[in-house]
Structure formats: structure tokens, C-alpha cells
């Protein structure tokens, strides 16, 4: 049996094997813990056209957070099983493009921490300044690499991991007039959450009404689901968040439409459930016994594959202009509590 630590590096691995032929994989960079180094994959399936709208999935930023990478690499693995008898999906990819980085940071997985090698923790290592206040520590630090949560030298080029995720971002999803993406989590709270930016400043986004409107066609076709929806900020800010970033770099263009999401799962409650999880290590990241474990990979497939969809079908539920404004004061209502005039 191959070690824990590399158990998802040997997964990931064995389903592109299994694609062969039907996927594009390739190495963004390689990382180095010690005299190990790490292949950081992307892979990438359906229409390249530059018109396609495309989405992309993300796991593993976190070296701690597992089940984020585990979610990713099962989506991908049930995508490379239908590819052999479901023409449904075959007829979807004709007009979607995917692209998945399921393990950002594998040396921090191999080495059990948060940050990567080099101390840094990847999604404190943007160039974003926070324009209020953070919590102390936690909404990044460049004291130390020794303490958590550690930005990285200030004026210093971001991580090579950091660097690889933003390089596929901008050529395969900023690159399209429509993209999404969703980067999986788990550590924070008592219920999953869907955020989307901001986490620098409280302020709304600029597309509010189309993240409005995705949120509303989510509810209507999973009128059950206990997702909470809401954007980062209403959390906590932060420092160096890597999909402010992107979806800054996004707005430079008036015409693209770009909604980075984060699911953070809300692992709070497996403590809760089993406090012995406390006592480890990946305990308060990931859920400890196995039946939980395959709960919430099933829990999760729903999610992603809604938001595959949504991609491909995105003209069928944007909001038009004169919807917009609906949409946009729902929104300030709903997530920032006040009643504005429309943007």
C-alpha cells in the first residue's frame, strides 16, 4: 500500500491513465519537498474554441484540506466512466470546455501542512491587498513562515503553484467571453458554503446580478440543498486571495463574465460528530471515518455537476439588462442588508 500522503498523487494519476486518449494532461510545474518532487497536473477534456464557455475545477490548495482534492479527483474520475457510454455528456463537452487542477500543492499534502514547502500559504499569495480590516494571522502574514497563514515575501513573484493556477486561468478560462470556476475547500464552520469574491473588501462585485441569478436557478432545481450561498466577505477578508485576483484580472475586460466559487465545506460539524478528530492532525479539515468520507463525495458531485451544466447553458439563465436590476437589488438585500438603486 502506497503511503497516505501520496495516495491522492497516485489516484489522480491512475485517472488520467484511464483517460488516455479521451483527456489532455499535462505538467504546470514540478515541486520540490526535499529530495521529492511533486508533477502539478492540470487536465483538461471538451471544445477549445476560444468561444466555448469553459469551467474549471480546483482542489488541494491546502496541503491539510484532502477532501477538497478527493471531491475534484472523483468529479473528474465519474467524468472519464461516462466518457465510455454517455452521449449525453459527449454532446455537452461539444460546447463546454473543462479544465481541472485537482492537486494544487502536492508537496504540502506529502509534507501534511497547510502551506506549501516553502511556508506559503497558496491562497494568501496573491498580489491583493485587503482594504479593511482582517483578522489578525489568519488574513495573511508576512512575519514569519514559521507561523500559519504566511504571505510570502512582500514584492516577491508569487509560488510556483500559485503561479501555475493563475497561467491556466488566464489561457483557458479568462481567455472565453463566459467561464466559471470552483476551488474546493474544508475548515471553516458548520454548514457548506458557496462563496464568491470578494475577500479583500466587503463591497459587491460587479457581476452580483449574474451570481444572483446562478444562485437562483440553483435553488429552484435543488430546492433541498443546505448550501449556504453568500459571498466571502460576510466571513472574513483577507489578504492575497488568488480568485480576487483572477476575477480583477477578469473585469479588465467590460465584455468577459468570469465567477470564481469557492466551496468550503463545512468540517467544523465532523468535529463536532467525532471531537477525537480534534486530536489529529487532518481532523479538523477532513472528515475522519470512512462512511462520512463517501457521504460527502456523493454530497458534492451534485454540486459540480450542476455547475458543469451551468456553464454550458449559461445564455439560457444570465440575466439580461432589464433582469439585472432585479437581481442586483435581491442581492444587496439578501447578502449586504440594504435596498439600493440598480447597477
Not at 111 to 123: H, I, Q, Y
Not at 199 to 223: G, M, N, W, Y
Request: glycine residues 6%.
Amino acid at each position: 500500500m502506497p503511503p497516505a500522503e501520496l495516495a491522492l498523487q497516485i489516484e489522480l494519476e491512475r485517472v488520467i491513465r484511464q483517460g488516455a486518449g479521451q483527456l489532455d494532461a499535462q505538467v504546470l510545474c514540478e515541486v520540490a519537498s526535499g529530495r521529492h518532487r511533486f508533477p502539478v497536473y492540470a487536465i483538461s477534456l471538451g471544445n477549445p474554441a476560444p468561444d466555448a464557455p469553459a469551467i474549471g475545477f480546483f482542489g488541494g490548495i491546502h496541503g491539510l484540506e484532502r477532501i477538497g482534492a478527493e471531491v475534484v479527483i472523483e468529479f473528474l474520475r465519474s467524468l472519464v466512466v461516462r466518457l465510455r457510454w454517455d452521449a449525453l455528456l459527449h454532446r455537452q463537452l461539444e460546447t463546454l470546455r473543462m479544465v481541472f487542477m485537482p492537486l494544487v500543492n502536492p508537496a504540502g499534502v506529502w509534507r501534511n501542512t497547510r502551506a506549501n514547502p516553502n511556508g506559503v500559504d497558496l491562497m494568501r499569495n496573491a498580489p491583493v491587498e485587503a482594504l479593511e480590516q482582517v483578522p489578525f494571522l489568519a488574513g495573511g502574514q508576512r512575519i514569519t513562515r514559521w507561523l500559519p497563514w504566511y504571505r510570502g515575501p512582500r514584492n516577491a513573484p508569487m509560488q510556483a503553484e500559485s503561479l501555475a493556477l493563475c497561467d491556466l486561468v488566464e489561457r483557458e478560462l479568462l481567455s472565453r467571453p463566459f467561464s466559471m470556476a470552483v476551488d474546493c475547500h474544508s475548515g471553516f464552520g458548520l454548514r457548506d458554503r458557496i462563496w464568491f469574491p470578494f475577500a479583500h473588501t466587503s463591497e459587491p462585485i460587479r457581476h452580483l446580478p449574474e451570481v444572483h441569478a446562478l444562485k437562483e436557478i440553483f435553488d429552484q432545481t435543488h430546492a433541498q440543498h443546505s448550501y449556504v450561498f453568500e459571498p466571502q466577505s460576510l466571513s472574513y477578508l483577507t489578504h492575497g486571495d488568488l480568485w480576487d485576483y483572477l476575477y480583477l484580472r477578469a473585469t479588465q475586460s467590460s465584455e468577459r463574465v468570469f465567477l470564481p466559487l469557492t466551496l468550503e465545506m463545512g468540517s467544523w460539524l465532523w468535529v463536532k460528530k467525532n471531537p477525537r478528530q480534534l486530536f489529529s492532525r487532518h481532523g479538523m479539515f477532513n472528515p475522519g471515518i470512512a462512511h462520512r468520507q463517501q457521504r460527502v463525495l456523493r454530497r458534492h458531485m451534485q454540486w459540480l455537476d450542476f455547475m458543469a451544466r451551468a456553464a454550458s447553458s449559461h445564455s439560457r439563465w444570465l440575466p439580461a439588462p432589464q433582469e439585472r436590476a432585479r437581481h442586483y437589488e435581491l442581492a444587496m438585500r439578501d447578502w449586504y442588508g440594504t435596498v439600493t438603486g440598480a447597477t
